[in-house]
């Protein structure tokens, strides 16, 4: 881990000096703020406001990258026909994604880099600067040990700071993130704070208790599309869409044009959709390629298990938010086991 | 030309008249699409059909109403049932529950010369080809109607849950995580979240979604500890006269 690479330390005021560079540098600066009983990603000015031992956000940074719904373009029809694009995206930085959401959002990054690309998500994600933050704690519906997307990463930040207790270890993962480290006068950090992270890591995968390991599971799922476990488990399931809603992989949207009353003008929007969805399958004349329940269901863990046509790109990395966020508590991480012929 | 509209009223509150009327500003730009022929609580001059939209608001709860729905309905070539009381029966309905009588002594002293019947959506009577589900319907989505009839296009109506909508504007889970029973998982969005958006439960006044499994919400407001009692009133409240919960709704 880290390699060659020159790593940094810093104390809070070091973090809080961060933000601010990078405000003044035109960042938007979003971080793990709590309200309430949960925590989000929101914009933030300083360190003070961000939980640096939060364990979950309810949205994922998939929020800022590839929004619930955003207006891709306005077109007018007049003479001819007018289509305005939006103007760039203002330049942000997502301050303290943990290890799963890096997984995921590299994830994205090479789905929607896919020929033909996605333009409106790799524009937002060429002006974003990613701030990792190595996790302080597991809770009881975390499982990324288990998928390999945490809670050590080596990929998908340009810095990733680690609380190592009596101070926090910066590791640049790209030129962007070194340059930013040496501008801010950090000073160098010497082995035992890796040797403190790295007993940091091994703390932490002594505390999963939830697992749902990758190998085999999606040749495993594709060949028992007639197992029980759907059916049962679709017995429980609303179809309320919050399981994939909340996932930092899940990328399926939908795309519809809203007119104005002139008739002449509008916007053309794209938002999230979900495949929990009844409408989601839907054709012309009322057909429906997944009409019951368990068929949504099992398409949805399908796809998180990898077996799905997004493969690897929409498969699962662990962050545990479809399972706290099921109002019927499925969890599919049982699911799995059940499939792997534990009860 | 533009296209012929008539706004008629049943059994309800008004309200979704009035989220008609609070379109303001957005008023002359229809203006320039459509004409509103007959509409009593906008003017006094009221045309007779045919018309090419019909807007019914209201529940169907008197052998009168019954006989002008359909009359209604042989002058409109699109007829579409504005909010909860037109669409399944809503709040008005609740009176199915108790016997005749017992809701007529309730409102009037001298119930001698009511002649009203079991309150139904009015799609028990006339053929309805949109349905604005809504306690009141959300002015883009009317507006939506307007302009899918007049481009003959289908009008895009969300169907999905609620929790669709609340997760867009990623407020705190009140069910998962505060344990309220929000019956967000088996109501029909449109409304934009407006409830959950205020920290306040989902109350179901969109009727209920899609494809909804009532057997597991049904467990999930026994988990958080309502009783049966309340769990039938959650049902009964805006759309237990729908074909959906009519079951749930003991009716």
């Known amino acids: 881990m880290g ?85 760039t995206p203002s330049a942000v930085a997502l301050f303290g994604v943990h290890p799963c959401d890096l997984k995921a959002i590299e994830r994205q990054d090479e789905f929607f880099s896919q020929t033909p690309e996605d333009p409106y998500y790799l524009a937002r994600r060429r002006n974003t600067l ?55 006068g950090f000073q160098e950090a010497g082995d035992e704070y890796l040797e403190a992270k790295q007993k940091l890591i091994e703390e932490l995968k002594k505390s999963f208790t939830k697992h749902m390991p990758s190998e085999g599971l999606a040749e495993l799922a594709k060949s028992l599309l007639d197992h029980e476990v759907w059916k049962e488990t679709a017995e429980r399931c609303l179809s309320c869409g919050n399981c994939s809603l909340v996932c930092p992989t899940c990328y399926c949207f939908d795309v519809y044009d809203v007119l104005e009353l002139n008739l002449r003008s509008g916007v053309r929007v794209r938002e999230l959709d979900s495949c929990q969805l009844l409408e989601y399958a839907e054709v012309a004349l009322g057909g429906n390629f997944r009409r019951n329940r368990f068929q949504r269901l099992r398409h949805w863990m399908l796809c998180k298990f990898g077996a799905a046509g997004g493969g690897l790109y929409s498969s699962c990395v662990g962050c545990g938010r479809c399972i706290v966020y099921c109002p019927a508590s499925i969890d599919l991480t049982e699911v799995a086991g059940r499939l792997r012929g534990g009860g | 030309m533009k296209l012929k509209v008539g706004v008629f009223k049943f059994t309800s509150c008004s309200g979704c008249q009035v989220e008609l009327i609070r379109m303001n500003e957005q008023l002359p730009e229809l203006l320039n699409l459509v004409e509103f022929k007959y509409w009593a609580m906008a003017s006094s001059k009221l045309e007779d059909g045919p018309y090419d939209l019909a807007l019914v608001e209201g529940a169907i709860s008197t052998p009168e109403c019954i006989e002008e729905v359909k009359a209604i309905r042989e002058k409109s070539r699109v007829l579409v049932a504005l909010g909860d009381c037109a669409v399944t029966g809503g709040v008005p309905s609740i009176r199915n529950w108790m016997s005749q009588r017992e809701a007529e002594t309730i409102v009037y002293p001298k119930p001698g010369c009511i002649r009203s019947t079991r309150v139904y959506g009015i799609d028990e009577y006339v053929k309805v080809d949109y349905y604005l589900k809504g306690c009141p319907p959300r002015l883009e989505n009317i507006l939506e109607v307007f302009k899918a009839v007049i481009l003959g296009v289908k009008p895009r109506l969300r169907q999905h849950p609620v929790c669709v909508e609340c997760k867009f504007y990623e407020n705190e889970c009140l069910l998962t995580t505060y344990k309220q029973p929000c019956m967000g998982p088996v109501t029909a969005a449109g409304c934009g979240a407006i409830c959950p958006n205020v920290g306040r439960v989902c109350e179901g006044c969109y009727g209920p979604m899609s494809d909804p499994n009532i057997a597991s919400m049904v467990e999930r407001l026994k988990e958080i500890g309502l009783s049966d009692d309340e769990i039938l009133r959650k049902f009964r409240k805006y759309a237990g006269m729908s074909k959906l919960y009519r079951e749930v709704a003991k009716l």
């Not at chain 1, 997307?149 to 810095?159: A, K, L, N, R, Y």
Request: aromatic share 10%.
């Open chain 1, 3 to 87: 390699g060659a690479s020159q790593l940094f330390k810093t104390d809070l005021e070091g973090l809080d000096r961060l933000i601010r560079k990078l405000r003044s540098g035109g960042y938007v600066v979003y971080g793990p703020v709590k309200q309430g009983r949960s925590w989000f990603f929101l914009e933030i000015d300083s360190v003070k406001q961000v939980d640096l031992n939060y364990v979950r956000t309810v949205l994922p940074p998939k929020k800022l990258l590839h929004p619930p719904r955003e207006k891709l373009f306005e077109f007018k029809l007049d003479d001819g026909f007018e289509v305005s694009e939006k103007p």
């Open chain 1, 130 to 184: 990613i701030i990792g933050l190595t996790c302080t704690r597991v809770d009881e519906n975390c499982f990324c040990l288990s998928r390999g997307t945490g809670p050590e990463v080596s990929t998908g930040f340009d810095i990733l700071i680690t609380d190592v207790g009596n101070g926090y270890l910066l590791e640049p993962g790209s030129a962007k993130g070194l340059e930013l480290l040496k501008s801010l």
